[in-house]
């Protein structure tokens, strides 16, 4: 388990003292998906810096497995390291190596003879999906395979911990998606407990269990995913819910009631679903707010319906839409901003 407690981190900067995380608590427990989301600045690379301890916290402490990692010294820290590995949104691969050197790198940093490591490898290589990019360059791989490789290489120690700071940021919704499947893959199958960190809600939707959003240094709101993002509380939940400011109209209206579909992998896609609704429950809804996205034939964000004021319609309609799987549904009152 990683127990984060109490931690602030601050920068002396010539204009003062940025304060960069400010007294986050957060606990994740092993084999999870846990999400890490904010908006630029909020302090997501800090965080999981100080979670490696490739920062130092200026107060509080971050413990893995009950180990307070501050009080460790240089050569348990780097055991730590191996334990807990890390991707980029740029793969930080070795350019002048091939895929192969490139994923061998840590074991011969950690000491393990050439040709072991050499056949550690070439499974990670299949792990990954990649077994006949051994002895290519990773220039001559896509983005996407470019972060196959990466993952290889921080799986090469067997870590207990993956942490993914912006890892699929560069990559096109699809791609994106392969990647997620592999870390999902990758956690089920090795147990490996996997930190995402992202600005992207829609990657939390897919993958994780829970969540903590991050404002400006602060944790402000955390829990699992579907529960925090269908009735998202503070300011920053909200932009990131609707990050296109969908839901600016949201006062309330007379004679409407609003409810707010979360999709989370659903096998839907809006227009037939409200579409179907009509036809079969003959509930016509108007579509107030919506931030979807299709990858593959699965919907993932949510939408806002609105609703006519009639209590038995709006529980009708939320039934309906419960019933169908990874759909959330919840009625939102007050103003949505
Ligand atoms: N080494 C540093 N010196 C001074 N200030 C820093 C340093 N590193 C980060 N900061 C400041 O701390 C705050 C949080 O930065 P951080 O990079 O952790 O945010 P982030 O959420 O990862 O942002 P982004 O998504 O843009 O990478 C910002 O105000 C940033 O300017």
Not at 67 to 87: C, F, P, S, Y
Not at 104 to 122: Q, T, V, Y
């Amino acid at each position: 388990m990683i127990e984060i407690k109490n931690l602030t981190k601050e920068f002396q900067t010539a204009d003062g003292t940025v304060e960069a995380l400010r007294d986050v608590n957060l606990n994740i427990q092993d084999g999870d998906i846990y999400g890490i989301i904010g908006m630029s600045g909020a302090g997501k690379s800090t965080l999981v810096r100080c979670i490696n301890m490739l920062e130092r916290p200026t107060r509080g402490q971050v413990f893995i497995d009950g180990q307070d990692i501050a009080k460790l010294t240089d050569k348990e820290l780097r055991a730590v390291r191996r334990d807990v590995t890390m991707i980029f949104q740029g793969f930080n691969l070795l350019m002048q190596r091939t895929c192969l050197k490139n994923i061998c790198f840590p074991l011969e940093l950690a000491g393990m003879e050439k040709e072991k490591a050499k056949k550690r490898a070439l499974e990670l290589l299949d792990v990954v999906g990649l077994p006949d990019k051994a002895n290519a360059y990773p220039a001559q791989l896509s983005g996407g395979q470019q972060q196959r490789i990466a993952i290889a290489r921080a799986l090469a120690t067997d870590p207990k911990v993956l942490l993914c700071d912006e890892a699929t940021s560069a990559l096109d919704p699809k791609t994106t998606h392969a990647i997620l499947e592999l870390i999902r893959d990758i956690n089920r199958r090795l147990g490996i407990t996997v930190i995402i960190i992202t600005h992207q809600m829609s990657v939390v939707e897919e993958i994780c269990s829970r969540v903590a959003i991050l404002d400006s240094g602060s944790v402000v709101e955390e829990g699992v995913v579907s529960e925090v993002f269908s009735s998202p509380k503070s300011g920053a939940a909200k932009r990131l819910v609707f990050p296109d400011g969908a839901d600016e109209i949201l006062e309330e209206v007379p004679g409407e009631r609003r409810i707010r579909v979360v999709f989370s992998g659903a096998v839907a896609s809006r227009e037939p679903l409200i579409a179907k609704m009509a036809m079969e429950e003959q509930i016509t809804a108007s579509i107030l707010g919506a931030s979807t996205k299709s990858i593959g034939d699965k919907a993932y964000g949510n939408m806002l319906l609105g609703l006519p004021d009639d209590d038995g319609v709006v529980k009708r309609a939320i039934q309906y839409l419960s019933s169908i799987p990874d759909v959330l549904v919840e009625e939102v009152t007050g103003d949505v901003r």
